[in-house]
């Protein structure tokens, strides 16, 4: 987003912000584009959670949403310390969090591997706390697998990946990967209902989209 704090080093937990207990804002309860809840406390049989930070959520939500067999589409932050967090605290740098989507699929109709190849194709995961103009630690390249077989699609394709943008001389990947509980709240803290949607809302709102121009290796 545009209004950012130079600050790229993650704070240590003790460090962090202590947040609050509960929510401290309204969602609305329909996803304004998908035919799905918005907050997603339950999900269909067979479908499954990934979670990426890739920079500013606007846009990324919107290149997820338009993909077919994603179900529904959040925006929130996660990978931090600040429970239940605003967005002027993510912003601030001292809660540890980046800027995430939450994308439910059906991986009958789309695959992990697909969504974690649009993942590199559309931001430059080598920029370490950054993406493009924004600079900060809640815009760095993450990848959160809640089960162990996503985090291994994550690792592999990471690797393929980042051996292709070696090829062409660029920049290792910073992405950070961890494996997360989707079940344990404290995994993914629901963003502002302003935020949800954004782009649909505004169209013709902030889209950051730095990428390296290097498209994933067939």
């Known amino acids: 987003m545009l209004f950012t704090r130079s600050k790229s080093t993650l704070p240590a937990p003790e460090e962090a912000l202590a947040g609050r207990p509960e929510r401290p804002f309204h969602l609305s309860s329909q996803h304004l584009v998908l035919d799905a809840p918005l907050v997603t406390t339950e999900i269909p049989d067979g479908f499954e959670v990934a979670i990426f930070g890739l920079g500013c959520f606007w846009g990324a939500e919107e290149l997820y949403w338009q993909k077919p067999g994603v179900w529904s589409t959040s925006v929130g932050y996660a990978g931090g310390y600040t429970p239940n967090p605003s967005y002027e605290e993510v912003c601030s740098g001292r809660t540890g969090h980046t800027e995430a989507v939450r994308v439910v699929f059906d991986p009958s109709v789309v695959t992990y591997a697909e969504l974690v190849k649009r993942f590199f ?10 993406q493009g103009n924004d600079v ?8 959160y697998a809640t089960t162990p077989e996503q985090e291994q699609v994550a690792r592999d394709l990471t690797k393929e990946y980042g051996e292709e943008l070696a090829r062409r001389g660029l920049d290792p990947i910073t992405t950070e990967i961890k494996l997360v509980d989707d079940a344990d709240p404290a995994t993914y803290y ?5 935020h949800q949607q954004y782009l649909f809302k505004n169209p013709n709102g902030y889209r950051c989209h730095a990428t390296t121009g290097v498209p994933f290796p067939a």
């Open 190 to 194: 629901y963003a502002e209902d302003y």
């Open 136 to 143: 900060g630690t809640q815009y760095r390249s993450a990848i």
């Open 121 to 130: 194709e559309v931001h430059d995961p080598t920029q370490g706390m950054r």
